[in-house]
């Protein structure tokens, strides 16, 4: 078996050493054996691991999320369903937060188009009134 160091392996993931670190002291990443010297030094499985962390946590999931997914992983008894499950309230979550960034858009371009953007005082600004409630 072939095995990193804690440099090593964050090149091999893509990420920062302190990275690793965050993972193990979040117990994402089981503690890693260490040499002699104290070094740290992982597995291949772990450069898969931390992928798996990255992977997800691109797609939204936070991290006691992801340790929810890794402890499926190593649950016989788990199955896809309950992923996709998982899967399924994330993707719920995420367009929910889809819609309030669109509100938020369409207040702002709103604003923005009522705003004479020149060069008037802050106190005559639409968007400083409207921000202080002064408009409707």
């Known amino acids: 078996m072939h095995y990193f160091t804690i440099g090593k392996l964050a090149r ?35 450069v898969k691991r931390v992928r798996f962390i990255k992977e997800a946590q691109a797609l939204g999931f936070t991290l006691a999320e992801i340790a929810d997914l890794l402890g499926m992983t190593e649950d016989e008894g788990a199955d896809c369903a309950t992923v996709n499950a998982k899967a399924q309230e994330k993707l719920e979550e995420i367009q929910k937060k889809i819609g309030t960034l669109r509100k938020m858009q369409k207040g702002l371009e709103v604003l923005a188009q009522r ?19 002064a408009e409707e």
Do not use: N
Not at 13 to 25: C, F, N, S
Not at 121 to 129: A, G, K, R, T, V
């Open 12 to 46: 091999q993931a893509a990420v920062a050493p302190e990275t690793i670190r965050y993972y193990e002291k979040s117990r994402l990443l089981p503690p890693p054996d260490r040499l002699e010297s104290g070094y740290r030094v992982y597995d291949s499985s772990t």
């Open 115 to 133: 705003c004479p953007a020149d060069e008037q005082p802050l106190s005559e600004c639409s968007i400083i009134s409207h921000l202080y409630g």
